[in-house]
């Protein structure tokens, strides 16, 4: 019982700091409809400068809470900095770009963090005054930890405050509920919109200062925290703080009862109830459906035709050099150009979702994932040989795709993104949990080629065969009736519905038929690395099949493929030559996100279209 | 028999009584108009027609068929065709291509993987733009036309399933005065010849009492006048309502 009590109270102490951190995801999101991957990045950069700073200067009282204070200030005057060099310009892109680019600000920081602080993990002191614990129902429990649970509704009641009671808060939540109307009033929306920003990342800079005391300091937080951050807005419904309040409770107590009760799926349990919480209120507990999410005056998107001749002999190039020069390269080229290959696939598949079914999915890895241990575990526990296992891969990945897809495609915008996250994670943590099947985070070896495929290069060619035919065949899909079909839902649900369109069947199947694609590539990757892993499912690579999607270009047919081309072939360059690779490859993403909008395939098109005047 | 048959129609949204009790009845090949003051209640009737709302009290039958709380898609494909207020089609494709999804549709082809749509349904979407007018337009993708031209478009898809009912909300806005009577006479032709009921809303009293064979004229919710367009005009209820504006006085 007392044990209960405990549990709960230090529940109540998570809470408060998830709290901490979403409150300022959810008010730039309501705001400004950014969704800040960056949010965690501020996070991170709060423990890190408030460990610096609590150092530095002299012990006591001031010295502590001096640091933890001037930590916060100084993130929320980076996050103002980043607001106005970057955000400010792509508030009219597409969601997903402002992602794209909050993303390249994610790894940007996490080399500088490196680079400043070191890769070793960091401990701080503790609180003075804070450093005992007191006696509660005969348990002794951290006074730092009851001090945390003050501190949340400490800030919501302030936020509710601020947002209440001055007109900056009134203009706030106006923003909040409609934009345009803000514009109209003759509002400084910038003003408004840095100084939002800036009161988001002093809010994330805080919670992260705030752990100084509890955990050390590394350079996981930032991923950590944000994909929690995420859930409790999302659950509590985007935009709203209370929500979030709700949401972090909610969290926090699972967390802390979720060990009790149901040890082994501990990892799974928040997405578990994200999902659920979705699936039934497609707005989250608080959340109001957003008007118009895609503005019905909104800029088309553009016509799809056959493919000009420029493009058709620069693909016959690029095959024949895929099929000539291979026999010439070392087994490791060959392997790189194997992986190029899966990628391309992998890309592509998230294309057809995005592109032509104008959904984002987050969780594009699991049916990869789910394609490679199909192909596995049927090697495993069945013997199968490896032409058995690769028509498996597709199967059990489009199975696994139709069945998380009809809760997914029912759901829009980051709402939609956020569920396809989440049953990602809960496939991602059924392999890494369920040892005695898939033996957990060692995986599954020995997935071996038959005999024939056995050499590198032969592996390859099939590989490259395999890929090559499912994304054509997908590029086919998107230029018969179905790939239509997809579009014209995607363009005008209405018009869709009154030609006797079922939308929800469209992308139910499209995403059916997405997963299915993914789980080939996911089975030729398992064969080709000879075993599996639960990263395969993993939110980076879930991350990665969206980078290359969104760096070629979401709306051009062949923005996938060039886009895991350069992005494959970018991160494999940047890897082997330097330690800075994230730094740089953020600081590309940065710059296309702001110079070339429409992606590298995009931007070639519009060039194209320039010289040779529009159609 | 009528095509459409409407009885004791009924929608409230929050406080606001939309649509209060309205019956009537549309007959093959007539065209039907139905008028109001903005905010009369004349686009949530079409939405209950089609399907988009579900009424609060009410019936809808469809050559004698019960239709009402159906889907917008199943009622389409029991023959009932729609254009919008706000022109719905898909900017990113061509004209000719909105038409052929609306064939494709018909004729049960979406689910194709393989065939590529440029050749399917072609030469009938290409007969249909013919008709309206739009043969020069088939080309351009519905993203960058002009509204006149959308509004067209969005004919062409309604009558690509052989329509019995067109429902048409505001067909001819954003034309100049000249179009809309051509367009106008030409939906009244294909309506007569190919039996088809037509309901339209507009504002354009010209077109109005130009091709109307009857008139329903909607205030707040409710109907307050019906009949011939020479009755109609005459009507005092009906002036008042659109007093001051001269709409009705100043045509013919
Ligand atoms: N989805 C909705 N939610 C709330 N109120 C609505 C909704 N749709 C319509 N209304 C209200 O119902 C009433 C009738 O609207 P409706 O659009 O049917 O009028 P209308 O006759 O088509 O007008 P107009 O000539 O301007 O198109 C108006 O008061 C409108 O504000
Ligand atoms: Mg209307």
Redesign the pocket.
């Known amino acids: 019982m007392e044990n209960l009590v405990l549990q709960a109270l230090s529940g109540l102490a998570s809470a408060s700091s998830l709290f901490l951190v979403a409150s300022g995801l959810t008010v730039i999101f309501g705001v400004s409809r950014v969704v800040n991957f960056a949010h965690g990045s501020l996070y991170m950069l709060g423990a890190y400068l408030a460990y610096s700073l609590v150092t530095t200067l002299p012990r006591g009282h001031l010295g502590f809470w001096g640091g933890v204070i001037g930590a916060a200030v100084l993130v929320g005057l980076i996050g103002l900095v980043v607001e106005v060099l970057l955000l400010r310009r792509i508030y009219r892109a597409p969601e997903l770009f402002q992602l794209l680019a909050t993303f390249g600000v994610v790894l940007i920081v996490q080399d500088l963090a490196q680079m400043i602080w070191g890769p070793q993990d960091l401990l701080g002191p503790r609180a003075p005054g804070l450093r005992g614990s007191i006696e509660i129902v005969g348990m002794r429990f951290p006074l730092y930890e009851l001090f945390l649970i003050g501190v949340g509704p400490v800030v919501l009641g302030l936020l509710v405050l601020l947002f209440h009671r001055t007109r900056w808060g009134t203009l706030v939540r106006a923003a909040t509920q409609d934009r345009e109307m803000v514009g109209a009033l003759g509002v400084n929306q910038r003003m408004l919109f840095t100084s939002v920003f800036f009161l988001g990342s002093l809010l994330a800079g805080l919670g992260g200062a705030l752990q100084l005391p509890r955990e050390s300091v590394n350079l996981h937080m930032d991923l950590a925290i944000i994909t929690e951050a995420f859930v409790v807005v999302v659950v509590g419904g985007l935009g709203s703080l209370t929500g979030a309040a709700l949401a972090a409770l909610l969290i926090g107590e699972l967390h802390a009862f979720g060990i009790l009760i149901v040890p082994k799926i501990t990892l799974v349990l928040v997405f578990l109830v994200m999902a659920l919480v979705l699936v039934v209120r497609p707005h989250g507990l608080l959340g109001k459906p957003e008007a118009a999410a895609r503005g019905g005056q909104g800029s088309a998107e553009p016509v799809i035709g056959p493919a000009p001749p420029a493009l058709r002999w620069l693909g016959l190039a690029t095959l024949a050099v895929a099929v000539v020069l291979p026999p010439f390269l070392g087994d490791y080229a060959v392997s790189v150009l194997t992986e190029l290959a899966i990628a391309v696939l992998f890309a592509a598949s998230l294309h057809l979702i995005m592109g032509p079914g104008g959904m984002a999915s987050f969780g594009n890895a699991a049916y990869f994932g789910i394609g490679a241990y199909g192909a596995a575990l049927a090697a495993q526990w069945l013997g199968a040989p490896m032409l058995a296992g690769l028509a498996l891969a597709p199967l059990a990945a489009g199975v696994f795709g139709l069945l998380f897809g009809y809760f997914c495609v029912r759901l829009s915008g980051v709402y939609a993104a956020m569920l396809t996250l989440a049953f990602a994670q809960i496939a991602w943590s059924v392999a890494f949990q369920w040892v005695e099947v898939t033996g957990g985070d060692n995986g599954i070896l020995g997935v071996w080629p038959s005999a024939w495929a056995a050499p590198k290069l032969v592996y390859y060619y099939l590989a490259l065969a395999l890929c090559l035919g499912a994304t054509l065949f997908l590029r086919r899909v998107v230029h018969a009736p179905f790939g239509y079909a997809l579009r014209a839902q995607r363009d005008s649900a209405l018009r869709a519905e009154a030609i006797g369109i079922d939308a929800f069947r469209i992308r139910w199947l499209g995403f059916g038929l997405a997963a299915a694609a993914a789980g080939v590539a996911g089975g030729l990757f398992a064969y080709g690395k000879g075993s599996v892993f639960p990263t395969y499912m993993g939110i980076p690579r879930s991350v990665d099949a969206l980078l290359m999607v969104l760096l070629g270009g979401v709306q051009t047919l062949s923005g996938p493929i060039v886009g895991a081309l350069a992005f494959t072939g970018l991160q494999e360059q940047l890897v082997r030559i330097t330690d800075l690779w994230r730094l740089i490859l953020g600081c590309i993403i940065v710059l296309l996100v702001l110079f070339f909008p429409q992606g590298l395939a995009g931007a070639a098109r519009a060039r194209w279209e320039a010289r040779h005047g529009d159609a | 028999m009528a095509t459409l048959e409407v009885a004791g129609l009924e929608?409230s949204?929050?406080g606001?009584r939309?649509?209060q009790g309205i019956s009537f009845s549309v007959r093959p090949g007539e065209m039907l108009a139905l008028i109001?003051?903005?905010?009369?209640?004349?686009?949530?009737?079409?939405?209950m027609l089609n399907g988009q709302?579900r009424p609060d009290a009410g019936s809808v039958r469809l050559l004698g068929r019960e239709i009402t709380g159906m889907a917008p898609r199943t009622i389409w494909r029991l023959g009932v065709g729609r254009t919008f207020?706000i022109t719905a089609t898909f900017g990113s494709m061509t004209v000719l291509e909105n038409v052929q999804m609306a064939l494709l549709s018909h004729h049960r082809r979406l689910g194709g993987l393989w065939r590529p749509v440029a050749r399917m349904d072609a030469a009938p979407a290409r007969a249909l733009l013919e008709r309206l007018g739009m043969a020069e337009q088939a080309a351009r993708p519905c993203g960058i036309l002009a509204y006149g031209d959308l509004k067209r478009v969005e004919l062409a898809i309604a009558l690509a399933n052989q329509p019995k009912l067109l429902l048409m909300?505001?067909p001819t806005a954003g034309m100049a005065p000249q179009e809309r009577v051509s367009l106008m006479a030409l939906t009244a032709q294909i309506a007569r010849e190919s039996g088809i009921a037509v309901l339209f809303?507009e504002?354009d009293m010209d077109v109005v009492f130009g091709h109307a064979d009857r008139i329903l004229v909607?205030d707040r919710?409710r109907l307050i006048a019906e009949g011939a367009p020479a009755a109609v005009r005459a009507d005092p209820k009906v002036r008042e309502v659109y007093l001051g504006s001269g709409a009705v006085t100043g045509a013919h």
């Open positions: 929608k949204f929050g606001v939309a649509v109001g003051p903005n905010g009369a209640g004349k686009s949530t009737c079409f939405n709302l207020q909300d505001e809303t504002h909607l919710g």
